[in-house]
Each structure stands twice: as C-alpha cells, then as structure tokens.
C-alpha cells in the first residue's frame, strides 16, 4: 500500500524545496563575510564550495543536503560566483562520505542549529496536532512541524520522516474532536446512537439511512415526513452545543466526512469515530430537516395560493359564455327601456313585451350567483383546500418555535390562538383572536355576516407566516437557513474593527457625505450633457423623439471574413472522443487532481475513473449507465470516486484549474483581458421522476424544470454554476457567482438580461466595487432618479422619476457597509440576503435604504447606456457568448434527451457541476488546438487579422465524439505532446 502523504509535490517543492528564483537566492543565499571565511579556510576550491553550499541550505530550508542529493545548479552557481569559483567544481565535492559527514557536524556548530532530539520530534508533534484542529489540510500542518523544529534550532528531518509527524499530528486532532463530541454523553445516548447502525423493520432500513432520505417533493405527506424525522431526531437529545467545543474547520470536516459515507461503511469505523460521526450527524441532521421542513412549507402556501389564482382565471374563463348571456338580456332590456322613454308607455308593460318579465325573474339568481363569485378572493379558493392544508398545518406549528423582531407580534399570538384550539379540540374561532397580523380585505372575509370563519383564519395567518419566513421578519429556532439576518452577517465587532482600520475594501467611501455629494454632481452634469446631445442629435444610436429617448438597436459586427474563418479553422481540428479530450485537458492543467480524498487529502489514484464520474454528470447518464458505456472502468470504482472525491469544493477548485490555464493561453487573450463577465440561466425540463420537485414556468412552456445559472467570462472561461428554481427569479444569484468561485479572474465589469437586475442588485454591485451593465427591456419606460426636480431637465423631463431618499441612505449607510462587508468577506451568500429583501410585503427601511442607493446607481448606469456606444456592444458581445455556449451545453447534457431525472437539489448542483467542468474542458481544448490551427496558417504565409479572428469561437463539438462507447486508458498517437491537426492534401503535403 502507497504511503500517504499530506504534500502534494508542489506544496512539498515550496514548503522543503531548495529554492533556485532570483528573489530567493539574494533573500537566502547571499554569504556574510563570516560565511565566506568559513568556507575559504577548507583547503581545495571543490570543498570550498561544497561547503558553502551546505552552510546555505543548512540555514534555509534548515537541513542538511544528502548524499546522493545534487543542489539545483542556480543555487551552485550563486554561491560559486560569491567565491570566485568555477561552478563545476561542486562534482568533485564530498566523494569521501567523511569529509560531507564532518563538514555538517562543523556547520552545525557554526549555525547553532542541531540533529532533531526526540523533545524536537515531540513539539514537532504537538505543533501539528494544533495546526490539524483548525484545518485538515496538508500545507498548514506541516508548515506548523517545519516551524517549530526551527524555532527550537533543530535542523528538519527527512521528508518522510516530517509527513510522518504531520499524519500523526492530525490523527492527534481527529482523536481530540472525537472525544470532546463524545464527553457527557449518556449511557443510554450512546446507546441509542448505535441504535441508528441497525436496521429498524418499521422502516425496513437503518434509522441513519431512513434520516437522510428525506423526501423533497413538496406534498402534505412529505411534510408530514419529514416531521415525523426530525422529532426522532430530537428524542436522541443531542445538544446542539457540542459542536462549539471543536473548531468550525474541524466540525466542518467530521460532518463532510459523515454526510458522504454510507451507514454500513460508518458502522465499520471504530468506536469513537463512529460515534463521534454520529453525534455530528444528529446535530447537523436536526438543522438540515428543520430547513427541509419550514422550506417545504413554504413551497405548499405558495402553491396553495397559485393554484387558487390559476382556479380563479379559469373560473372567470368557464363564466364567459353565462356573462354575455347575461349581457344580451341586459343590453334588450336597456332597449325596451329606451323605447318605453321615446314612446311614453310604462316601462313595465314594454319590458314584459320586449323582453319578457318572466325572463328578468329567472335570471335573477343566476345574475346574483355571477355577482357573488365573479372575482372570489384567492383567500376563499385555498380554503376550499382546507382538509389539505390540516393535515400537516396543525403539527408544522406544534413542531417549532418561532421568533419575531417584532416585540408583541400579533402572528406570534394567533399561531399561539390556533395550537390551544388543537389542544382544546375547538373547531370555532373565540370571539377575540389577534388579527393585527392580518389585511383589512382578510379581516372583512373572515369576519363576515356569517361569524368568524376558523378555515379562512387559519389560512390567511398560515399566508402570513409564509411570508414572514421567506423575508425573515420570522425566524426558526434550531434553523440555520432560516434564522435573524445579524446572525447571517459579519460580526458586529469584527465590522467595527475593519472599519476602524479602513480595511473594509468597498467600493464606495466609508463617509457618505462624500459619496452622495460626488454622486449629486456626477448625476447632474450627466444628465445636463445627455439632455444636450439629444437635443441636438449628437447621441450615436439614440434619438428623441417627443420627450422620449429611442436607442436603435446595434447593427452585427461580425465581418463576413470571420465566419469563413471560422469554417476552415473548425475543418482544421483533431477528430477526438471525449474521454480523451478531457485526459488530455487533465495532464494540460492537472484538474482531476483536485478532486482529493475527502478524508486523507490526496488525489484519486485512478483519473479514468474520476474522469469517468465527471462525464457521467455532464451528460446526464449517472454513474451505473457511464459504467456500461465504458470500458476500462468498473461501477465500483465511479461510484467509490463520487462517494469520497467529488464534492461541492472539489468541483469549484477543479473548475477554476481549468478556467485559470484557460486564461493564460496566449489564444484567449484575443477575446478580452478575463476582467468581464456575463450570466445567464439555461431552462433544463424535468423528467417524469424528478417532474414533482420542479416547478412550472409558462416562458419555458407548461412542463417543470430547472434552470443551471452559470457565469462565463470574456474568454470563454466558466467560473461559476447552480441550478435555480424555474420560476426564481435570476436576480439574487448575480453575485454569487462573483464571490462563490476559485479562480484567479478578478471580474469588474459584468452583463446579464433583465432578467437578472433589479436596484438591489444594482446597489449592492456599487457597494462591492464591481460595475453592473444589464441590457435593459423597454429602457425608455425605466425612470431615472434625481437629487433635483424634474424640471431642472426639461428635454427629458418625461424620463425622470420620483427624487433619491438621501436621508433615508445617510440613516442607514453603516448598515448597508456592514451587508456589502459580509458579502465582501463571503461571511453571507449575496442570494440569501437578496431574496429576503425582496421576499418581503413591508420592505424594512434596510431594504427601502439599498434600493435608493440602486436607484441611483441604475441612472448613472443608464445615463453612460444612453451615451456610450461602446457600452452597449460590449454588453451585447458579452450576453451572446453565454447564449452561444448553451448550445453546446444542451449538446453534451444530452441523455434522457436532457431531462433532468435528479429529485434532489444536490444531484442537481452536481450534475450542473459537471456540465460546466466538461464544457470548459472543450473550450479549454478546443482553444489550444484553435492556436496552433491559426500558427500552421501563419507559418504557410496567411495573414490572419487578430480583428477577425476574435470572432471565432471556441464553441464548436462536431469534431468531438460525445457518445457511443467510452473507451479510458487508451494512448492516442501525439506529435510534440499534440494530435496532428486536420488538414487538406495539399497543406499536408506542404506541411
């Protein structure tokens, strides 16, 4: 069995590397007139300088040289030319292993360092055990053993021997955690945990599995079962307050751990990591199913309520034909009316003529019922639901305790009126019960000329906490999704100390006089000079035209060179199949390396087999139907791959190798310089299985599905990819994608539809340091905010809106530092706080002060949009590389005709993971091949524009075989390390 190991070789190379780059050899190599006297006094040139070399490395790194170790030859050289000796000399050095075995001895003296004692290796020891509790992270570790061997003057061990300490380190710190989860637990709790190992015949499974198979299709039984686990979660009575007697890295790491190994593979473990795993499995189990459970609550109200507006359209529909039957008899008797004023005769005796008074008397009723019903409020259709919503309404609010920010709030109070009505077995509302919770329309329908209605009671305060969860003016104890906004946010104190120091690194100054007064300016000669080029036409694709600004849309820019171009290159590449196009891309950028053991840190020891689970995401085939497609690769060894390898990170870090050596081939820097972005969502339709969890989006069509947002960068590099709910909208999910990502792409500038802008978006862009650039629908009916009137602007007078709050920002500028801080420091997800400031019928006056702030922020964006041409077409080229890159995403997702069969959201992220990842290794691929395609032309004398090869893309698949048999491990012919390009007889026979 390999021995394993916490460094890769590049960690090893930094951390206990002889260093040979300029800065480090002045740094650590420079001799002292000392050193050089030490060395000078040996008697040949050759021991001269094989002894300075050794009084250098045994200084840094800090050990002696080997044997049979060559020193790099920069290093020698750097030393030799400090002694005025010829570099070849070192060969000559130490061929009596004596003379090398006495020289260190002496230096050892001379440096004050010594051989590593067994208190040495002890420290070396405690110092990783330190270092493993807060991380499991190889570099850290042992950078904790080299340091302390330093700082007690002992000269480092062998590698081995240092990995040795730093492995035992870390199984010092996994004991440790394992043992503070584990200390006070009971008897009987031990017992019980053990308990969820066996398999329990009421649910024909173990209880840990039964746990984490929770269903998540939104239904009244799978709330009601996924109560039903989380109070067996609570009998085992695990203190949630265990978790803070570890550190968060090394929790973090016990519940990975956990989270991905099977029951039958945790009840192997020994006995106090077992336990251990399943106490943090317990905690994290309540958290997770109390989120689970409040979510699917959420997502039945909305429901509820959408199918009553969707009953009520089609009610108003079914009542047409009635409705101008009515209308007619109507419109006869105005007639009749009308003839009985021109005749003068009683209106009754024409209207029994005309129309017929038995008629009037029949419709009667019928008009009365079409009164009654004819717009019934959404609240009286979901009642018609009620002995639904009953069954899991009653124990979803028995279940949990929730919290307000509000003092004496009146929902808290009726969910109170409503669980001692159950208790109590009533089925009538008392003759008082808390409504300040409730609109007055409500009020008016449950309190009718009937008496108060229980049903309509109920279900309009079940509306009402709905709302209250989702914008987070109600919280959940024991939730961590949902639970008070402070709690999400950076810590008050760690916010104050960063802006003590000036260290908060926003976009917008920390004083916000300054900001709105430079903001004042900039928005008025802005506005003064677009209102002075429009009137005299000096607006490049933007005319006005009756106080209105028209924007023309932008001509194509593509020449008709480009696409000719395009076909010749596209002719020019390698025919390959897809497994090793991405091996290729792997020994290109070593992204398959990131995918390391969940547990020991190292990469997989098979990269067919990793790379065979990657592919089974992309193109949604899954692992079992990869494996039948493939040869040279078991089920086994995918499934094992996709247990213990494949995670959230490692996809991010596997992702961002990618994109990273995609953005340092010289060939991409043709499309832009990696500082801009675009993203966008993608509509994937779900298969009958998975058709439950995903909701309907009319755009899309009438099936359910979900959408995979992703970003792509200027160069066609993705960065970033999840999977949303269909009918989400893209908003919330535009920085997240900016923070939430790897790479080294330092994004400042990014694109989306309007789909994906809001003035929230827009505020919190400006607060971050990042520009925004939507392209707008229907521009010229988006007002722009002022600090003056309207008036001040008479030749877009019509254009400009309701004036910017700025008190409202100066009240409330410190908050909205402290949000784009937490964002700044990924403390938050920027959707999390986005959605709940959206989500909310009464906006805070937090949500009031950011959408000021955007609104300022979306006038001077559309003012530039207005004026700057070049703004547009680049907004422009950046949306129509993403919606090109779809194509060949639906292209490779194309199994079960790129259904998405996954019922869970996880599955989902993995799958959009993996589609992403394959994608931008073809991209990455098709780009080398791209380069040399265009370096073979070059070289046979064509000129090709770099203006016109910028228009070609790296977008295209036809080369590429993506289906059939899946042959791993094959050695393809390569020239210089490349497949030959295709070319035509005649430039082959030249080549």
């Not at 509000?406 to 109590?424: E, F, N, P, V």
Request: net charge positive; hydrophobic share 40%.
């Amino acid at each position: 069995m390999a021995r394993r190991k916490l460094l890769t070789p590049d960690e090893r190379q930094a951390l206990l590397g002889i260093p040979d780059d300029e800065e480090s050899l002045i740094r650590h190599y420079t001799l002292s007139p000392q050193d050089r006297l030490q060395a000078e006094v040996r008697r040949r040139p050759h021991n001269q300088l094989g002894y300075a070399v050794q009084l250098c490395i045994m200084r840094y790194p800090g050990r002696v040289l080997g044997m049979s170790e060559d020193p790099p030859a920069a290093v020698v050289s750097y030393v030799a030319e400090q002694l005025g000796i010829t570099p070849g000399a070192f060969a000559s050095y130490a061929r009596r292993i004596p003379t090398r075995f006495e020289h260190s001895h002496r230096l050892a003296k001379y440096l004050g360092v010594r051989t590593a004692t067994r208190d040495d290796r002890r420290a070396a020891l405690l110092a990783a055990a330190e270092a493993a509790s807060a991380t499991e992270s190889g570099l850290p570790i042992m950078t904790a053993v080299v340091n302390e061997l330093r700082r007690r003057g002992a000269l480092l061990l062998p590698d081995a021997a240092l990995e040795k300490i730093g492995i035992a380190g870390r199984a010092i710190a996994r004991q440790r955690a394992e043992a503070a989860l584990l200390d006070g637990l009971s008897v009987d709790q031990i017992e019980q945990l053990e308990a969820l190992l066996l398999v329990d015949p009421a649910v024909q499974q173990t209880r840990l599995a039964w746990l984490r198979s929770a269903p998540d299709a939104p239904s009244a039984d799978n709330l009601i079962g996924l109560i039903d686990r989380l109070t067996f979660v609570r009998t085992l009575a695990i203190d949630p307050r265990r978790q803070a007697r570890i550190h968060p890295e090394r929790w973090t790491q016990i519940v990975r751990e956990g989270d991905v190994t099977p029951a039958w593979l945790v009840a192997d473990f020994g006995a106090r990591r077992r336990r251990a795993t399943l106490v943090a499995q317990a905690i994290t189990l309540e958290q997770t199913l109390t989120d689970a459970a409040v979510t699917m609550f959420n997502k039945l109200i909305g429901r509820l309520f959408a199918r009553a507006n969707t009953r009520r359209k089609k009610r108003y529909v079914e009542a047409q034909q009635d409705t101008t039957k009515v209308l007619r008899l109507f419109r006869d008797t105005l007639r009749a009316l009308v003839v009985a004023s021109d005749t003068g005769r009683n209106a009754i005796d024409v209207l029994d003529d005309e129309v017929g008074w038995h008629r009037l008397l029949q419709a009667q009723p019928e008009v009365e019922a079409m009164v009654r019903d004819a717009d019934p409020d959404p609240l009286l259709l979901a009642a018609e639901r009620y002995s639904t919503i009953r069954k899991y309404a009653v124990r979803f609010l028995e279940t949990f305790t929730f919290c307000s920010s509000r003092k004496h709030d009146s929902l808290l109070a009726a969910i109170g009126t409503l669980k001692t009505l159950q208790a109590a077995n009533r089925r009538t509302l008392p003759e008082r019960v808390p409504v300040g919770h409730l609109s007055i329309k409500s009020r008016k329908l449950i309190f009718g000329d009937a008496g108060p209605d229980r049903r309509l009671y109920e279900i309009a305060t079940l509306a009402v906490l709905r709302d209250g969860l989702r914008s987070g003016d109600i919280w959940v104890e024991g939730s961590r999704a949902f639970r008070p906004m402070d709690e999400q946010l950076m810590p008050k104190p760690a916010f104050t100390a960063l802006k003590a120091s000036d260290d908060l690194g926003l976009g917008v100054p920390q004083d916000v006089i300054s900001y709105l007064s430079e903001a004042r300016q900039t928005v008025d000669f802005n506005l003064k000079r677009l209102a002075y080029r429009a009137r005299n036409g000096k607006l490049e694709g933007v005319r006005l035209e009756a106080g209105q600004l028209i924007v023309t849309p932008l001509p194509g820019d593509v020449p008709a060179a480009a696409e000719e171009l395009k076909w010749e290159l596209g002719d020019m590449y390698p025919m390959v199949e897809v497994p090793d196009l991405l091996m290729e891309v792997h020994n290109w950028t070593g992204f398959a390396d990131r995918f390391t053991h969940i547990r020991t840190q190292e990469p997989p020891r098979s990269i067919p087999a990793m790379l065979a689970g990657v592919l089974a995401d992309a193109t949604n085939l899954g692992a079992k139907r990869m494996a039948a497609a493939s040869k040279g690769v078991s089920p086994q060894e995918i499934t094992w791959k996709r247990i213990f390898h494949t995670r959230p990170e490692t996809y991010k870090q596997a992702q961002a190798c990618i994109t990273d050596g995609h953005a340092q081939h010289p060939h991409s820097a043709l499309w832009g310089d990696g500082s801009t972005a675009s993203s966008d969502g993608q509509f994937f339709q779900a298969s009958d299985r998975a058709g439950k969890r995903g909701d309907i989006n009319l755009h899309y069509g009438s099936e359910p599905g979900s959408k995979f947002y992703s970003h792509l960068s200027d160069q066609y590099g993705y960065f970033s990819i999840l999977p949303i709910s269909a009918t989400e909208s893209e908003a919330p999910y535009v920085l997240d994608g900016l923070f939430d990502h790897e790479t080294e792409l330092d994004i400042q500038e990014h694109f989306t539809d309007t789909g994906g802008a809001s003035d929230h978006v827009f505020g919190l862009f400006a607060l971050t340091g990042r520009r925004f650039a939507p392209r707008l629908r229907n521009l010229k009916d988006r007002k722009l905010h002022t600090f003056e009137k309207p008036e001040t602007y008479p030749a877009l007078q019509k254009h400009i809106g309701v004036p910017i709050n700025t008190s409202l920002i100066m009240e409330y500028w410190d908050d909205l530092l402290h949000l784009a801080a937490s964002i700044q420091t990924r403390t938050v997800a920027p959707s999390t706080i986005l959605k709940r400031l959206a989500a909310s019928r009464n906006p805070s006056q937090l949500a009031r002060a950011l959408r000021e702030l955007g609104r300022l922020e979306r006038t001077l964006f559309m003012i530039e949009w207005y004026s700057d041409p070049a703004l547009r077409r680049r907004c422009q080229a950046g949306l129509n590389k993403g919606e090109a890159a779809h194509k060949l995403k639906r292209a490779v997702f194309f199994h079960e005709r790129g259904e998405i069969r996954d019922r869970s959201f996880e599955s989902q992220a993995f799958r959009a993971s993996g589609l992403n990842l394959v994608v931008s290794a073809i991209i990455h691929w098709n780009t080398v091949y791209l380069g040399r395609a265009v370096d073979h032309l070059r070289r046979q004398g064509r000129i090709v524009r770099p203006e016109v090869l910028k228009h070609v893309s790296p977008l295209s698949w036809e080369h590429i075989n993506l289906t059939g048999t899946y042959a791993w491990g094959e050695h393809p012919v390569l020239v210089d390390g490349f497949r030959p390009l295709r070319l035509p007889k005649a430039l082959a026979h030249a080549a």
